[in-house]
Structure formats: C-alpha cells, structure tokens
C-alpha cells in the first residue's frame, strides 16, 4: 500500500468516526435527510479533487503529474459514492437535484456509471503523466459530468 493509499485509509476511517459520532447527534434525522447529507458531501469531495486537474488542463496552474494522478485516483474512487445517496424518499430537503432524477432513475444511474468508467480512465492514464493524453480523457470526464448535471442538477 503505497502513501497515497494509506492516507485514503486514514481519510477514510476518520470520517467514518465522524460520521459515526454524528450518527448519534443526528438520530433526530431521517435516512432520508442522511441520505441527502451523504450525496452531497460525496459530491463535495469530487469537485474539492476535480478542481486542482481542471486547473492544471487549462493552464491556470502548473502541471504536476503526481499531483494531478493523486487526485485523478481520488475522483475514480470517489465516483462510485454519490449513487448511494439517491435513496427513495431523499427527494426533499433542500438540495440541488431536479424531480427529474426520481422519474428518469434508469438513465440517471446510467450517467452515473459513465462517469465512473470515465474517471476510472482518467486514473489510468493520468499515471502516465503525459498531458497530451490526460487532456482528451479529462474532457470526456468533464462531458459525463455534464451531461449529468444538465438533466439532473439545479444551477
């Protein structure tokens, strides 16, 4: 497990312990309010990653291979976590999703898993290191979330 790995695994665990402690605060909420939290903080997450990469693409920053494949990996992994948090119910509350979502489950989900095998792409062949081949796979990744968002996501 390389240094990368283990503070994901610390990451992790911490907020695991977090969550659980906030379990008990939080018995007062719904699963359905947990739910929302939980996509939204998921969400969070992979704009905190996708940021630093876009930067780099569009040359507001400079390009660090190990920078931009650590966050790369991170956007892969977390990918897989927002989906969890569209549970039936959590389509109250305040949040930034369209009724759509709820009525078009099965192409939602579907956009979902083309994000997935885009940003577990982008991982891949952010390992090279190379920026000409990173770009073309970051916009495929930036499309998926496009196309996401534009159906399902208030602005």
Not at 35 to 63: D, L, N, Q, T
Request: hydrophobic share 40%; glycine share 8%.
């Amino acid at each position: 497990m390389n240094l990368f790995h283990k503070a994901l695994a610390i990451a992790f665990a911490a907020t695991s312990i977090a969550v659980v402690s906030n379990a008990m605060a939080d018995e007062q909420k719904s699963p359905e309010e947990m739910a929302i939290e939980y996509r939204k903080g998921a969400f969070h997450m992979i704009k905190y990653h996708f940021g630093p990469m876009a930067a780099m693409v569009k040359g507001e920053k400079e390009f660090n291979a190990e920078e931009f494949a650590k966050n790369a990996e991170a956007v892969a992994a977390l990918s897989k976590f927002p989906g969890n948090g569209f549970i039936e119910g959590s389509d109250m509350g305040k949040t930034e999703t369209k009724a759509e979502v709820w009525s078009n489950m099965d192409d939602f989900k579907k956009k979902m898993e083309t994000f997935q095998v885009e940003a577990a792409s982008l991982a891949e062949t952010a390992k090279g290191g190379d920026m000409a081949a990173i770009k073309p796979q970051f916009g495929k990744v930036g499309e998926s979330c496009k196309a996401c968002h534009k159906e399902y996501k208030e602005d």
